[in-house]
């Protein structure tokens, strides 16, 4: 995993393990930003969000964006910051399992259950990330039996692709 000025942007379903796989790998080394940790009736939550990711780069902060992040719709803007701050940007993919997201969700209670129709709407928008959309590096996570995350690279871009020796 990244240890200088890296962008990670998780990419998976509500209750695919985005958050501990957070706590567990990446808590106390990178800055987190999450659209959940807004106040619930807060506006322009994407503005927010980009200013939040844009202060951590300014101050050479690495930071983990934890929403489910389903297309290139969301994470265009965060790599082109990264890349704008001359950081990198690592997509952390966690290949969909729509019975166990909404397992795993059932389980949650108040604010952290998401009704089982933005699970599955969620699940119609979702695209795996690749270095063609711009990823430095795409790392595919899924949990591993025993409480934990396996970690695997699944694409690299070029070494120089944004002209910065990356």
């Known amino acids: 995993m990244a240890t200088g000025t890296d962008v990670a942007v ?50 050479g902060r690495p930071v983990a964006v934890d929403n489910t992040n389903p297309s290139p719709h969301e994470w265009v803007p965060l790599v082109e ?25 059932a389980a949650r209670e108040g604010r952290d259950r998401v009704p089982d129709v933005g699970v599955l709407a969620t699940s119609r928008q979702l695209r795996e990330p690749s270095a063609e959309d711009g990823f430095d590096a795409v790392h595919e996570v899924r949990f ?5 995350f396996e970690v695997r690279v699944r694409d690299q871009a070029a070494p120089d692709r944004h002209g910065t020796g990356r």
Request: charged share 25%; proline share 4%.
């Open 81 to 105: 910051l990264a890349h704008a701050h001359g950081a990198t940007a690592t997509a952390y993919w966690f290949p969909p399992d729509v019975a166990g997201s909404l397992r795993r969700n």
């Open 10 to 59: 998780f990419v998976g379903l509500q209750a695919s393990g985005k958050s501990t796989f957070y706590d567990q790998r990446l808590s106390g080394r990178y800055a987190l930003v999450s659209k959940d940790l807004f106040p619930r009736g807060a506006r322009n939550k994407q503005r927010r969000q980009m200013r939040l990711v844009e202060e951590h780069l300014a101050a």
């Open 144 to 148: 591993d039996g025993r409480g934990g």
